[in-house]
């Protein structure tokens, strides 16, 4: 018997698990095994059980746990965020293509449209997501999808979201979303009409800072396609990993509830702060967005970029003096981390396209952690009193 739930609490430790539980086992075990015994008389390639196929146990249990929690037709995970976003846009795109995609993307999606895609003979045009009357200028008889993100990285911007859906549905686009910021917790793509949201599961998927794994989340027709390249590729994700996203993925909800309070009160803390020039975050009511985060999503995220006084070398200095946070890349991790996006995330951008984005050498990333609210901010206060 299929059993739906309601909540997405229940949907995370519920939805998609083996009935009866193999051997009894309460978790999932790892199908450690490369290939399945299959039936001899099954003419159909994609229907063999092989772990490049990404149709084991593991995998399966997952792709029904992914949809139910964005409320979609299908999901399928892959090896990366990256292998999501790239596998992703190769599908929905063709040699000849046009994309519009948002201005001020994370530094890979942003590398791989600007340096890869017109080798594949895909052109693209970036859009400002919060000027959407200047994006039919940009059609052109080609275009095929647009992609943007839920909040960026690492300006924390939110775009015209509802706007970029009734674009492309005017239009006859593929709609893309990378949903990594929000975790399906505080917002669900699909259910606002885009046709298929990415993620970076190594994030706030999976929480731990142990694996390194990606999401497809949408329309099934969709979902279907992306898996057949997938397997082309070979953008697969191996069983142990998909074993610790499945375990990671069941404390979301209690993990994004505490971001979504801690990170407001760290925000507010730094906002006033003489030594802090400007905080972005969209759950302070100064942020540009703010009314329309409020709109689109549950809660507002554990992710906050900002400047400090004194420039790069301030900068630098806070990321010494703190003592909590890890100096070190990625987010969505139960540790707090700490990086300047110039020398991580962005660093494979130019200095000009850094500029032309707004990403200063002196940004801050912050990326709030499971930590006592009270030890951060104190952190935060002993590190910007030593600048």
Known sequence: MTRTFKNIETKLIHTGEMHPRPAGAINLPIFQSSTFESDPDNRDYGAQRYMRLSNTPNHTVLHA??????????????????????????????????????????GGTHSFITHDLPTFGISFDFIDGNAPETWAALLRPNTKAIITESITNPLLQVPDLEAVVAFAQQHGLVSLIDNTFPSPVNFRPPEWGFDLSLHSATKYLNGHSDIVAGAIIGKKSLVKKIHAKLNHLGGSLDTHACYLLYRGMKTLSVRMRHHNESTPKIAEFLAAHPKIKKVNYPGLES?????????LFDGFGGMLSFEVQGGTDAAAKLVERVTLPVSAPSLGGVETLITRPATTSHAGMSPAERAALGISDSLVRYS????????????????????
Do not use: C, F, W
């Not at 990366?80 to 201005?103: E, K, N, P, Q, Y």
């Not at 942020?287 to 709109?295: L, Y």
């Not at 709030?368 to 600048?387: H, S």
């Open 287 to 295: 942020h540009p967005h703010h009314e329309r985060a409020k709109k």
């Open 368 to 387: 709030v952690g499971l930590e006592a609210t009270e030890d951060l901010i104190a952190d935060l206060e002993q590190a910007l009193a030593g600048i």
């Open 65 to 106: 746990k992914l949809a139910a929690l964005e409320n979609a037709e299908a999901a399928l995970v892959a090896a990366s965020g990256m292998a999501a976003i790239s596998t992703a846009l190769l599908t929905v795109l063709s040699a000849g293509d046009h994309l519009l995609a948002l201005g001020g993307a994370y």
